[in-house]
């Protein structure tokens, strides 16, 4: 098992920055990426980004050149949300992938309002 738990998320304005936290445990040492991924209301989740555990990133078109996604060691990614949108608003939620499963964690609230 693999648990997740994001942090970070919360009210910004347009054009401001957030970071958002996913700190993993349990069998963490088998997983192959993590990811973030966006749910607004009304919407279906999305990609955001992705991260192998070789460092491969991968975006969604509308957040390249905004958003970073980053890891500091197999526990915990990173998610370095800059020039935000209020069409950024949604809950975010961090995904680990290990062969065969997948694990998501609660997700973070973010609004983009001012």
């Known amino acids: 098992q693999v648990q997740l738990v994001e942090s970070g998320g919360g009210l910004v304005q347009p054009g401001g920055s957030l970071r958002l936290s996913c700190a993993a445990s349990?069998?963490?040492?088998?997983?192959?990426?993590m990811g973030w991924y966006r749910q607004a209301p009304g919407k279906q989740r999305e990609l955001v980004a992705t991260i192998t555990s070789g460092g491969s990133t991968n975006y969604e078109d509308s957040v390249k050149g905004r958003f970073t996604i980053s890891r500091d060691n197999a526990k915990t990614v990173y998610l370095q949300m800059n020039r935000l949108k209020p069409e950024d608003t949604a809950v975010y939620y961090c995904?680990?992938?290990?062969?065969?499963?997948?694990?998501w964690g609660q997700g973070t609230q973010v609004t983009v309002s001012s």
């Open positions: 349990g069998s963490i040492a088998s997983i192959n990426s």
């Open positions: 995904k680990a992938v290990r062969p065969g499963l997948a694990y």
